[in-house]
């Protein structure tokens, strides 16, 4: 980026919302929190390229700043949305305070490791015919569903019946990362619990990369481009994100020369922000992420998607009464956006597919081909 003429980075700023004219997006808002100026950027196209919501939910893998934007400036702007109940979460990722919620490979389980619970006791053969080979979407609630039986926060992943040498050689990552944290697993039994990994749907494109509003592209895990379904295969991000973030790219390069350019410049004005008595940002954006884990996570029924639709609302109203003036309120709003578009999705799917699953549902049900599809009024 830095040897290519022409392109600017911006770096620390947020993006606020898309800037529409007749229909089409020509741009967007972007915050520049340390000068505290709101930039308005003109562009004759757009591409979102911002990644998943992972941090809406209480444990995830994804870093912090995965926060669901791309999909929530997309709504506002009137994209619609797509399979937003389809959230996978990762069976195996570490468990320890403090520690980032470190990934534990799935080849872990394909080499021999077993799950066991905080008792000592091997549980997948009870839930699954292939144990700790099931689907993953199976093998995360299945770990849900013993953490709840025996009153534990995480299970146990085991390798140390495999030779030590073998186990570091085939990862070697995963054996010094969790030397950090004082766990070798090569004698001892890693902690784990599952977490929210990767967003199937999002941002409605076709096979260009373009949304249903002129002048908007999207690519990667902002975007549902269909390649998952219902339950993504772990290489289908990388087709997500190079096939159709080259497509999306030329397909934007492509209505850029063909779109009128906007005549109006990039010109930054004083940001002033609101201030919200009695809004405490750090502690919703906690109560959110652990609302979301516990009420539209790994396990779902309708009563408590309820109870959650009806707080989410209630966070919706607060937050949406015009710009906050620093990124981690920005955010929050996006989250609380994001959040309840899960929600409302996973009541209005009165079935079981896929990595979404309702105890008061299980069977796939009739129209359980069909995708849900949403578009702010």
Same mark, same amino acid.
């Given at each position: 980026?830095?040897a290519?003429?022409?392109?600017?980075?911006y770096?620390?700023?947020?993006?606020?919302?898309l800037?529409k004219r007749?229909?089409?997006v020509?741009g967007a808002l972007? &915050?520049?929190?340390?000068?505290?100026?709101?930039?308005?950027?003109?562009?004759k196209a757009?591409?979102?390229a %911002?990644?998943?919501?992972?941090?809406v939910?209480?444990?995830? =893998? @994804?870093p912090?700043?995965v926060?669901?934007?791309?999909?929530?400036i997309? #709504?506002?702007a009137?994209?619609t949305m797509v399979?937003m109940?389809?959230?996978?979460?990762?069976? =195996?990722?570490?468990?320890v305070?403090?520690?980032?919620q470190?990934?534990l490979?799935?080849?872990?389980?394909?080499?021999? $490791?077993?799950?066991v619970n905080?008792?000592g006791?091997?549980f997948?053969?009870?839930?699954h015919?292939k144990?700790? &080979?099931?689907?993953?979407?199976?093998?995360s609630?299945s770990?849900?569903?013993?953490m709840?039986r025996?009153?534990?926060s995480f299970?146990?992943?085991?390798?140390?019946?495999?030779?030590?040498a073998?186990?570091?050689k085939?990862?070697?990552?995963?054996?010094?990362?969790?030397?950090r944290?004082?766990i070798d697993?090569?004698?001892?039994r890693?902690?784990?619990s599952?977490?929210?990994?990767?967003m199937?749907?999002?941002?409605? %494109?076709d096979?260009d990369g373009?949304?249903d509003?002129?002048?908007?592209?999207?690519?990667?895990?902002?975007?549902?481009?269909?390649v998952?379904?219902?339950n993504?295969?772990?290489?289908?991000s990388?087709?997500?994100?190079i096939?159709f973030?080259?497509?999306?790219?030329v397909?934007a390069?492509a209505?850029?020369?063909?779109?009128e350019?906007s005549?109006?410049a990039?010109?930054?004005?004083?940001y002033?922000g609101r201030v919200?008595?009695?809004?405490d940002a750090?502690? =919703?954006?906690s109560?959110?992420?652990?609302l979301?884990w516990?009420?539209a996570?790994i396990?779902?029924?309708g009563?408590?998607l309820?109870?959650?639709?009806?707080q989410l609302? $209630? #966070?919706?109203?607060q937050?949406?009464?015009?710009?906050?003036?620093t990124?981690l309120?920005?955010e929050?709003?996006?989250?609380? %956006?994001?959040?309840?578009?899960?929600?409302?999705a996973?009541?209005?799917?009165?079935?079981?597919?896929?990595?979404?699953?309702r105890?008061?549902?299980?069977s796939?049900g009739? @129209?359980w081909?069909d995708? &849900?599809t949403?578009r702010?009024?």
């Amino acid at each position: 980026m830095r040897a290519t003429p022409g392109i600017s980075k911006y770096d620390f700023s947020f993006t606020v919302d898309l800037i529409k004219r007749d229909g089409a997006v020509v741009g967007a808002l972007v &915050l520049r929190e340390r000068e505290k100026k709101l930039v308005a950027v003109f562009a004759k196209a757009v591409v979102l390229a %911002t990644g998943g919501l992972g941090q809406v939910y209480q444990r995830t =893998t @994804n870093p912090m700043v995965v926060t669901g934007d791309g999909m929530a400036i997309a #709504w506002r702007a009137g994209a619609t949305m797509v399979d937003m109940e389809f959230v996978q979460f990762h069976p =195996t990722s570490l468990y320890v305070p403090l520690a980032p919620q470190f990934l534990l490979s799935e080849a872990m389980r394909g080499e021999g $490791a077993v799950l066991v619970n905080v008792d000592g006791g091997r549980f997948m053969p009870d839930y699954h015919p292939k144990a700790e &080979l099931a689907p993953r979407d199976v093998v995360s609630r299945s770990i849900v569903s013993e953490m709840s039986r025996t009153g534990s926060s995480f299970v146990y992943l085991d390798l140390t019946h495999l030779e030590p040498a073998f186990i570091k050689k085939r990862f070697p990552r995963i054996y010094s990362t969790c030397l950090r944290y004082d766990i070798d697993i090569t004698e001892d039994r890693v902690p784990v619990s599952p977490a929210a990994h990767y967003m199937m749907g999002g941002v409605r %494109t076709d096979r260009d990369g373009r949304a249903d509003i002129p002048g908007l592209f999207a690519a990667g895990e902002v975007a549902c481009t269909g390649v998952h379904g219902a339950n993504r295969l772990a290489s289908n991000s990388l087709l997500e994100g190079i096939v159709f973030g080259a497509r999306a790219g030329v397909a934007a390069a492509a209505y850029g020369k063909s779109a009128e350019a906007s005549k109006n410049a990039a010109s930054p004005v004083v940001y002033e922000g609101r201030v919200m008595k009695d809004f405490d940002a750090s502690k =919703t954006r906690s109560s959110l992420r652990r609302l979301m884990w516990s009420d539209a996570g790994i396990i779902r029924e309708g009563v408590s998607l309820r109870e959650a639709i009806s707080q989410l609302e $209630a #966070w919706e109203e607060q937050v949406g009464e015009g710009f906050f003036r620093t990124r981690l309120e920005l955010e929050l709003r996006n989250m609380v %956006t994001c959040g309840s578009l899960i929600a409302r999705a996973a009541l209005k799917r009165k079935g079981s597919v896929g990595a979404h699953f309702r105890s008061d549902a299980k069977s796939r049900g009739r @129209n359980w081909k069909d995708h &849900l599809t949403f578009r702010k009024p």
